[in-house]
């Protein structure tokens, strides 16, 4: 069993406060959960909100320059308090908190203290229960208190506590396939797979580049999900790229698009019976399972992967194939921890019970989450029934109203 850099600590709850959906919902998580329940429930803002938080432990572009910081910089545009908030007509706190199996806590919260103004206020606390120290952005603020809060710090010297507590890389996806296919052009030292997907070819062709075993198990995983699949291969493509230049004219500068031939990267997957097919003939399924397998391996590794609609383009077959090649993974990695919401009965039945979160709404539209094991009948009937099956059966009702009996 391989130990991450870094050895990071797992997540053990996350309770959300007035973020969207999530009025007031606390969540337990194991080593591998999965939050099954209606559209609309809130599943993926839960994976929304611990990637946002944990987004905290990394430097954002212009928090220097704001007198809220790195809570500013990130909680802005399309992420604000005001868009964010459960009620948005309100002033109330936006909050966001973890514990981790170390039994530390981490969270934030966003208010907007003062009528009229257009400035977030945030506070992040930090340690174990009862010695919990934090840090006020603005630091003019005039409210010196934080709830539980025994030790005020300043930014940097918050900062680099927080660096300190090993809290988990996040990778969150929600694959788009048509995506997944394109050709790729990359701009960064270290090719990343992106939320939807973009950036599959670049770093298919780097962890080939690095020859340290990645792209073989990757490999090794979708012979396991996909019929007849065997090797990847990446080759250069010729793309058309637009970028700005900037010309003078008449002593005026102007920005310019200009259009120009680069060497992207694409792949292919080879079958067993019909040999080579590039990525944009590749099914659904095939396409999914290769980037889930992608985000899964290789060097700078998340430590907690959030997967959005891990059953999206999969047969029931696959989905169980590729949770067994999912918990091989996990066997490999000690501190990998996976979050993931799922629709399908079929997939479920590839979860221990106590593995599965049921989410649905309470009668003012609100999220509300309890673990399956909390279902009155479950001693009764889980000898019998499989998760999915049993989870099929009692439906989300019982969530909101108690109990309801197994059909």
């Not at 990394?58 to 459960?86: C, I, K, M, Q, T």
């Amino acid at each position: 069993m391989m130990p991450l850099k870094g050895a990071a600590v797992m997540l053990s709850t996350v309770h959300f406060r007035n973020f969207k959906v999530l009025r007031n919902v606390s969540i337990s998580l194991e080593r591998m959960t999965v939050l099954v329940g209606a559209n609309g429930c809130g599943k993926s803002s839960v994976l929304q909100g611990l990637d946002w938080l944990l987004a905290m432990t990394r430097r954002h572009e212009g928090e220097g320059s704001l007198v809220n910081g790195r809570a500013g910089a990130f909680f802005s545009g399309n992420r604000s308090l005001n868009y964010l908030r459960s009620k948005p007509e309100t002033d109330d706190d936006v909050e966001i908190e973890i514990n981790t199996t170390a039994n530390r806590i981490f969270g934030i919260a966003g208010m907007r203290k003062h009528p009229g103004s257009n400035m977030d206020e945030f506070s992040l606390k930090l340690g174990p229960p009862g010695r919990l120290r934090g840090v006020l952005l603005p630091h003019e603020r005039s409210s010196d208190v934080v709830a539980g809060v025994t030790e005020l710090l300043d930014s940097s010297d918050f900062w680099c506590e927080l660096d300190s507590q090993n809290l988990p890389l996040v990778a969150r996806t929600r694959l788009n396939p048509d995506v997944l296919s394109q050709d790729h052009f990359n701009q960064l030292d270290v090719p990343k797979i992106a939320l939807n997907g973009e950036g599959l070819a670049s770093r298919l062709r780097y962890l080939a580049g690095l020859r340290d075993g990645s792209l073989e198990e990757i490999e090794r995983g979708l012979t396991l999900v996909v019929p007849g699949a065997r090797r990847i291969r990446t080759l250069p493509q010729r793309m058309r790229h637009v970028v700005y230049e900037q010309i003078t004219v008449g002593g005026e500068t102007h920005l310019v698009p200009v259009t120009k031939e680069i060497l992207g990267d694409r792949f292919e997957v080879e079958f067993e019976k019909t040999g080579w097919i590039p990525a944009d003939l590749l099914s659904e399924g095939t396409l999914i399972a290769l980037a889930l397998l992608t985000v899964l391996h290789g060097p700078e590794r998340a430590n907690l992967v959030l997967l959005d609609d891990i059953d999206k383009g999969l047969h029931p077959s696959a989905q169980a194939r590729l949770l067994k090649g999912i918990r091989e993974v996990l066997k490999q990695y000690e501190q990998l921890q996976i979050v993931c919401t799922s629709h399908s009965p079929y997939l479920i039945d590839n979860f221990d019970v106590k593995e599965v979160r049921v989410m649905d709404l309470d009668e003012d539209g609100y999220s509300i989450c309890k673990a399956l094991t909390e279902h009155p009948e479950l001693d009764e009937w889980n000898a019998v029934l499989q998760a999915g099956e049993f989870w099929s059966s009692v439906g989300g009702d019982w969530v909101r109203s108690g109990s309801q009996n197994v059909k």
